[in-house]
Structures are given as C-alpha cells and as structure tokens.
C-alpha cells in the first residue's frame, strides 16, 4: 500500500502542477472568470443515435447465449452537454450502454472512452477552447438492455466490434454539436431525493439491508436568463437501470434506455430542450420490481420524474462561473494475484487475436463467460499482460472530475459502493456539491470495501465476481481527493479512509420496503410496489413466516393487506400531507419493521392569462401567466401563438398580425402536474 500512496503522491504532483488539466505537464491552467450576481454560462446539449445498424449481441448478465438482435424498443442515444465560459469548457457525455471500457484490443484500440474524451476534447479545441482530455467526462447510463461493448456476458463478434466505433464516434459528434448549440444561460442546481428507488429490503443479494446509501440527485439546469426558458439539463440517477430486458422469456422485446431514456423524454417533453440523463452512484444501489417489461420501467420513471421536477422547484442560480477539470492515474490496482481478479485477467487474454481461441469467443471453457477485449497494453495493464505471462499484474485507469462554480463532478470508473463516494465528499470542505458520475472513464466492476460486509450480507451477491481487486475502492476515493485538490477545493490534512456505514439493529428485523409512482401529485390514483426479505441473522436458514404487508395510507381510510412483490393503487382525493406506512411482521420472531414516506396532494392547478397591448408596439400583445394550487413553483411555461411561434416563460408576446386570436399555454409545477389555459389578443 505505502508504494501505491507513493506512485500516487507522484502523480498527483504532476496534477497540481497542470492546475486544473491533465496529468500531462502541458496541459492548460484552470482557470477563474469574473462572476455575476447569477453567473452566466454558454451551455449547449445534443443527442446523436447508437441505435445498431446490424443485428448485435446484447450486453445484459441475464442474456448469455442469447441470439444477436436489432431491434429496439426505444432510441438507443449519447447525449451530452457542454459549459463554457470565455475559452474555458468543459463537457459530459453519457452513452446509452451498460459499461464501456477506457481503452481496447486489436483493432477497436482508440475507440473506448479514453479515445473519445482525446477526440471530443479536440472538437472542442477546433472550436476555441483551450482545454484538454480531462475537460471531457463520458459516462454509460448502465442499462442492461443494450448491445455489449465489453464482452462478459455477450459475445464481441465483428458486428459488435464495428458497434465500439460506432459509439466512439457519437460521443465525438455529440460534444461537438453540443458545442455548436451554445445558448447563453444561467445554471441552476439542485440535489433531489430518491431514497425509495435505492432497495435495501434483501439479505445475500446484491441489495443488502442496513448499509448507508446515496439517494442524491444533483441536477444542471440551463436555463435562459431573460425568460427562465429550459435551454438544456443535465440530471445524475443514483441507481441501477436494470428492469428492462431485451428477452422476455421468448418474447425478443428490443434493446432500451431503461428508466434514463423514460425520464429523458418526460422532461423533453416538458421543458423543451435536451436532457441528459447518466448514472450516479451505482454500486449496491439497485432499484426495485420483477418485472423485466417496460411498463415497470414506466412506473419507476414516473418516480423518477417527480423526483427531478420537486428538486427543481428548490434550485438555485450558480453565482460563481470557475470552470476548471482534472484527471489522475491509478496506476497500480491489484488484479493478477490472490487478492486480486485473476479470472477477469484471464477473459482479457483469452480475447486475444494470438490467444488460445484466436479472439473473441464464449467458449465452453471460460465457466459461462465471454471474453473481455480491455486492453493489455500499459497503462491499462501492467506486468504480466501477455497471452502466455503470468505472475503480478496491475491495471491501470483514470479518474476525471470537473469544477462548475462550486460544483464537483467526479468519475467512478465502475461501480462504486456508496462508501467510496462518501470518502470523496467527507475530504472535501468548501465544495457546495460533490456528484459522483457512475461507470464514467471505464467499466471496472464493483468498487467498495470487501471487508466491510458479512457472508450474510452478501453471500448471493456478485460483488465478489465481479470486484477487480480490493484495493481499487481506497485507491478512487484517493484519486477523487487528489483531483478536488487540483480543482482548487480546500480538502483535508488527510484523505478519508473507505468504510460502510451499517445499522447494527437491522439483521435480526424483517426487510421492507417500498416505492409510489409519486411523491407529490394532484388528487388521483397512485400505485405502490412493495417487497418482503428474510432478515440477514437467518441466512441460509429456513425461511422464517413473513405476514402480508399491511398499509395504512395516513388519510383515514382503512387499511388493507398485500403480498410481497404485490402493486396496489390507493386513490388520494383531498389536498394535503399524507404519511403512509406499509408494515411486515416476522411470525416466527414476532419482529415488524415498518417503512413509511409522506405523499403530498395538491389541490388542483389552475391557470389565467392576460394581455395588454405591448407597450412601444401596438402589434403585439403582452401575455402574462398566473397560477394557483398545484405545488406552487412553475418551472416550465411553453406558449402556442396564432402565427405559429412558441414562446416560453411567464411572460411573452405574441403578433397581433396574424389573424387568429386564441393563443394557448400548457404550464408545468413542481410536482410535474400541468395544466393549459388559452387567452385572447388585444
């Protein structure tokens, strides 16, 4: 360990010397621009399709052998978005994929998502901007139900390696038309709440019980500093995006975005704009359902979606402009030794063109798997990398992080358990937010604290199968210090060590849990999902007696019973604040444990227009919006004017020239309820 801290001391000097650049010596400055009362920024957004041009080999751990399809249930995409300030900028692009390497083999080399920052940060360069590689953060959505680019569990045949361009250069394109939509803006952020949607109801899975999590949703809001107008978003969904499945028993259902492209295209719909929609912390965060059709990505979007609209409703302008990035090398993650992985070592050479399958393959011998094509070159892979070498190995990859005014946003170059981000955050003081970017920069598995968890906890989990080696947590959480460091953050004497918070009073209970499509609405119907879990002190024991799950809705309406894994609607008629409990008893202990949410109905919005003569113009007519109930905070108004244009914001004009009268607004609250009006030009 002190060698790796030393080989880190190293290069994190070569770091502060960049200042806020890569860890080449030649990389720019970071750089700090005057501010405003609310900063302004140039923000752009774009959306480039990945949808396969031939039938690919799907990525998901559930479709092994499965045959190679093209069909999509709905667009495959990247999307990024751009911030810039003077010649400074910096960038995300987030790839509809469950995990995409840094760097490959053979002839894919130059097409993982090292070589797309190098080539999206040189876009950017052709554009002005003085910046580099590490401006560039790219990141996959992790949905399961996408064509493989890393092997594992898929084979990477021709089509799927042709498939690795194809996504290489639509992270290129998306950054560089991003950049060419730049609209002046303000930022607005805000951290959402999606604790429900973070399952923590099972013992021996891979949502164990009782460990602390990270239910953040920190969300980029580019809005237009005249009229409020939506220009582009960017929101960060601390869970899997794993309900979805592209085989449905033997129904072929298509490849998805999952819940990233639902919310994506609600909150399109909604505020105009792009959205770009990535993955935060994702290790040990997996949502809830059994259901593998996209109507279980639909109830859980639509979660989702209020989340993001409540946040809203509580953002605030940025008031300072810095725009600064950073990268660090871990260079040293032990995998080719006892401690380490060595069997994913082996998928690696086993992907070899001079190995012993002559390149890709799924053969019978690899236990169940396909081969992986990472690299095996340097700084990738260092030691005994070759087909035929063997003894120490160590990987090597690149944590990223960018500085938004105040804001960090770092890399997980896989999974990280919420433990590793939490180091990040306690290391670091004057930061308004620290926002973990989920499998960005590379697909390194699960990244955590083996030695924090019991054989109970996690006996059935994957966690181990697939954790590259147990040093990789500390050494990310180190990597995230560094770079706040070079960012210019105040940070700690001393970095934080990575360890998992547990409440020791959770295995002899019961697991419970549940989840409703909102938190907030209008009166109406809204539906429940709820799941049971045997407590983790009867491992491998025989299943203790679980009761029915028992809900009381906090509006005085009886209660009523449901299965495990049961959905059942409630209807809410009244406005008000409404806490609702489900509570399930173990009957061979006696033991209950309870989970309880408070739901919110507004009453009704309703909305009024009026118009006036625009002053200095006797064409056009002054419209103004007024509203009353609903969550009290409008964030979108989008107009329809007579002449056909569509204005947005609480306040428009429209030309009094073209005929028509009738102008129609639909307005969009906190809460996501909506609502339309129609007014009359004078």
Excluded at 176 to 199: C, F, H, P, R, Y
């Amino acid at each position: 360990m002190k060698k790796i801290l030393a080989g880190m001391a190293a290069i994190l000097a070569v770091v502060l010397a960049a200042c806020g650049g890569s860890s080449d010596p030649a990389a720019p400055a970071a750089s700090v621009t005057p501010t405003n009362p609310n900063a302004l920024f140039q923000v752009g957004a774009a959306s480039v399709s990945i949808a396969p041009q031939t039938p690919v080999f799907a990525g998901g751990s559930s479709d092994k052998a499965k045959p190679a399809i093209q069909l999509s249930n709905d667009p495959l995409e990247v999307r990024a978005f751009v911030v810039a300030k003077g010649d400074k900028a910096v960038a995300f692009a987030v790839v509809d994929s469950t995990g995409w390497f840094a760097e490959y083999q053979g002839a894919e080399a130059g097409y993982g998502q090292f070589g797309a920052r190098v080539d999206a940060a040189q876009k950017l360069v052709d554009r002005g901007f003085k910046v580099d590689r590490s401006a560039v953060l790219v990141s996959t959505t992790h949905s399961h139900a996408t064509p493989t680019v890393v092997g594992i569990w898929g084979l990477m045949g021709p089509e799927n390696r042709a498939y690795v361009k194809l996504v290489h250069d639509a992270v290129v394109k998306a950054v560089d038309q991003a950049a060419a939509n730049l609209k002046t803006s303000e930022l607005w952020v805000a951290n959402g709440d999606i604790a429900a949607m973070v399952w923590q109801n099972g013992q021996g899975t891979n949502h164990p019980d009782g460990f602390g999590v990270d239910s953040r949703l920190p969300i980029l809001w580019a809005r237009d500093p005249a009229t409020g107008a939506t220009n582009a978003l960017h929101v960060s969904v601390p869970t899997h995006p794993d309900q979805f499945r592209p085989f449905n028993g033997t129904v072929v259902q298509g490849y998805s975005a999952d819940t990233p492209g639902y919310v994506r295209k609600q909150l399109d719909s909604a505020f105009g704009g792009t959205a770009v929609v990535g993955s935060g912390t994702l290790g040990r965060q997996e949502p809830p359902g059994q259901n593998p059709d996209y109507a279980e990505v639909a109830y859980q979007g639509e979660y989702l979606v209020n989340a993001v609209h409540l946040a809203m409703a509580k953002a605030q302008p940025l008031k300072a402009d810095t725009l600064a990035s950073a990268e660090m090398l871990i260079p040293n993650i032990t995998v080719g030794s006892s401690a380490g992985n060595q069997g994913l070592l082996s998928l690696m050479k086993y992907n070899a063109s001079n190995g012993p399958f002559g390149g890709p393959n799924c053969n019978a011998a690899l236990g169940g798997n396909c081969s992986i094509p990472r690299a095996l070159a340097a700084p990738w892979c260092v030691g005994n990398c070759s087909v035929s070498g063997s003894g120490a190995t160590t990987m090597g990859t690149y944590v990223t992080a960018l500085r938004i005014g105040p804001l960090m946003y770092v890399s997980n170059p896989g999974e990280s358990f919420p433990e590793v981000n939490d180091a990040i955050r306690n290391a670091v003081l004057d930061a308004q937010s620290v926002n973990a970017v989920g499998t960005a920069g590379d697909f390194l598995g699960y990244n955590w604290a083996a030695g924090d968890y019991s054989t109970a906890q996690i006996g059935s989990a994957d966690f181990l199968k697939y954790n590259v080696g147990p040093d990789l947590g500390q050494l990310i959480a180190d990597a995230g210090y560094a770079t706040a460091s070079a960012l210019g953050f105040k940070v700690k004497s001393a970095k934080e060590l990575v360890k998992a918070q547990f409440d020791s009073s959770v295995p002899d209970l019961p697991g419970l849990q549940y989840y409703s499509t909102k938190l907030a609405s209008m009166a109406g119907s809204i539906s429940f999902y709820a799941s049971t879990g045997q407590p983790q002190s009867n491992w491998q024991k025989p299943a203790h007696a679980l009761s029915q799950i028992v809900w009381d809705f906090g509006d005085g309406s009886a209660s009523v019973a449901s299965d495990s894994a049961q959905r059942l609607s409630h209807a809410f008629t009244t406005p008000g604040a409404f806490k609702v409990t489900a509570r399930v008893t173990d009957n061979t202990t006696g033991k209950s444990r309870a989970w309880s949410q408070t739901l919110t109905i507004h009453a009704p919005l309703l909305l009024n227009v009026s118009s006036a003569v625009e002053k200095g113009d006797i064409n056009r007519t002054r419209l103004t919006l007024n509203a009353t109930g609903g969550q009290g905070t409008l964030l979108a108004v989008r107009w329809s004017c007579p002449d056909g244009t569509k204005p947005e914001g609480l306040s428009v004009t429209c030309s009094s020239l073209s005929g028509g009268r009738v102008v129609s607004v639909t307005a969009w609250d906190g809460a996501g309820n909506s609502a339309t009006a129609q007014g009359q030009l004078q």
